[in-house]
C-alpha cells in the first residue's frame, strides 16, 4: 500500500533541496562576496586607516587620564560612535577635530578620503 503522507513529505523535501536550497546558497555566496568587498576596501583604504589611528589614539589619551587605571588598556568599539557627538571646550566634535588635524597634516586629505569612498 502506498503512503500518501510519505510521498507528500519526500516531494516537499526535494522540492526544498530542488528549489529553495540553490537559490539560498546564492544568496550566501553573494552576501559572502560583499563582505569580502568590504574587507578588502576596509583593509586597503589608507585614509580610513589613519582616521582610525588618530581616533583610537585620542580615545587612549582620554582612557590614560581616568582617575582609577591611570592607564589606557583600550576601550569598547561603541566609544567611536562618541567621536560624532562628543564636544570639548571649544564646542568641535571629536571626528571635527581629527579631521581637522588630518588636513592639517595633508591638505589633499579631504579630496583622498572622497576619492577612496
Not at 31 to 37: A, E, I, P, T
Request: charged share 30%; proline share 1%; with cysteine.
Amino acid at each position: 500500500m502506498i503512503d500518501h503522507q510519505d510521498i507528500r513529505e519526500k516531494c516537499q523535501l526535494w522540492k526544498f533541496f530542488k528549489l529553495e536550497w540553490e537559490g539560498r546558497i546564492k544568496t550566501l555566496i553573494d552576501m559572502f562576496n560583499d563582505f569580502k568587498g568590504i574587507y578588502a576596501h576596509i583593509r586597503d583604504n589608507v585614509e580610513f586607516k589613519k582616521i582610525l589611528g588618530y581616533l583610537v589614539g585620542v580615545l587612549n589619551i582620554l582612557n590614560a587620564n581616568h582617575a582609577k587605571r591611570q592607564q589606557a588598556d583600550g576601550f569598547n568599539i561603541e566609544a567611536l560612535e562618541l567621536a560624532k557627538i562628543f564636544k570639548g571646550t571649544n564646542k568641535v566634535t571629536l571626528l571635527s577635530f581629527v579631521m581637522g588635524k588630518m588636513r592639517d597634516e595633508d591638505v589633499e586629505f579631504p579630496a583622498k578620503l572622497k576619492k577612496s569612498t
